[in-house]
């Protein structure tokens, strides 16, 4: 047997009752209908079901008959319900009280249908494409600003470089390479070993065995291995960079510095650069080789191409330069990936949802530049070491 208090707790909740009268069906509404008693989640998912069905059943509707006499209170949102659920129409038939009339007559007055959502035209999408532009450019404009000001902070490095701040820079060089090192053994890895299962598909068509060492060793060392190493210390170190220093706005320790005198660009921007710069090439070349290692091995279990076999052939099937031309593109990989996490991190405003914003475009733009960047190399330098 319920207790006194879930009865009236019951009783209190909006719901509807279906009586049969000889003129038909008639809806008699009960309850509290209040903001109080309608946003609590039960209550309203009920009621939901309850006119749902009233609705689908085609009943209880305008034609119908309906009773609001039988509701305790009535308030506006509770009015707002009914009036939404008749269709913004009065039924035909509705007894209610005077206080309960007025207040249905005046959702019924300023109850207006949502407008429709303009069409987008030619004008509105010629603007919008002004102002994606304009963003760009003060992106470009900002960006470039922060490489200078890297120049002229490493001219001043190289005049005084018992000031130089050594002490952030072994920080950085320790967080985001020696950390890295695990993560990114793993993941090239396991794409080496992808990659020489599904060459080996191919090459066993053609009795082309041995050429697998070709394939792995130029894709490896030339492209995979620098442009795996810079997406994931892009995921991983340029969205930590960005977050570091977005905190930093968020809790004005950059409006502290900057009254302390210190500049951002020499203590924030420069040992993350160098560090990067310093660290991407080494990464590169370790992703490289567990790339090459997980090759080597599935090439020796899907192909018989044993691994003395792989390591005396590699350097005849690949020339020095590709070395030489990665590890390149690794400390530009490096230098951007840091320059675009501190260029957002330094914009970001001083509220969670501009952190949250910056860094996810830190890690989409890195990921890009790097991208584009390998592909300018590849156009540039096609005709070296192949």
Known sequence: MPSPEAATASESAPHIDQHDTPQGACYVALGRWTAAELTARPVWAALTTRLQALRSAGSGGVAGAWDLRGIILLDHLGAQVLWNHWGQQWPKQLEVSPAQRAVLDRVAQFSVERPAL?????????????????????HGVDLLALIGRLMLNLVKLAKNPREGPWRDLSGHLYHIGATALPITALVGFLIGVVLAYLISQQLKQFGADAFIVNILGISLIRELGPVLAAILIAGRSGSAITAQIGVMRVTEELDAMRVMGIAHSYRLVMPRALALAMVMPLISVWTTL??????????????????????????????????????????????????????????????????????????VTSITVVILVDALFAVLFKGIGI
């Open 290 to 363: 567990a790339a090459l290692l997980g090759g080597m091995l599935a090439a020796d279990l899907a192909m018989g191409v044993t691994p003395s076999f792989f390591i005396n052939s590699l350097p005849a099937a690949v020339d020095a330069t590709n070395l030489t031309l990665a590890t390149a593109k690794s400390v530009v990989f490096g230098v951007l990936i840091a320059l675009i996490g501190c260029h957002f991190g330094l914009r970001v405003k001083p509220n969670t949802e501009s952190l949250g914003q910056g860094t996810t475009a830190s890690v």
């Open 118 to 138: 303009p069409a987008v035209g030619f004008k509105q999408a010629f603007l919008k494409l002004g102002e994606d532009l304009l963003q760009l450019v003060d």
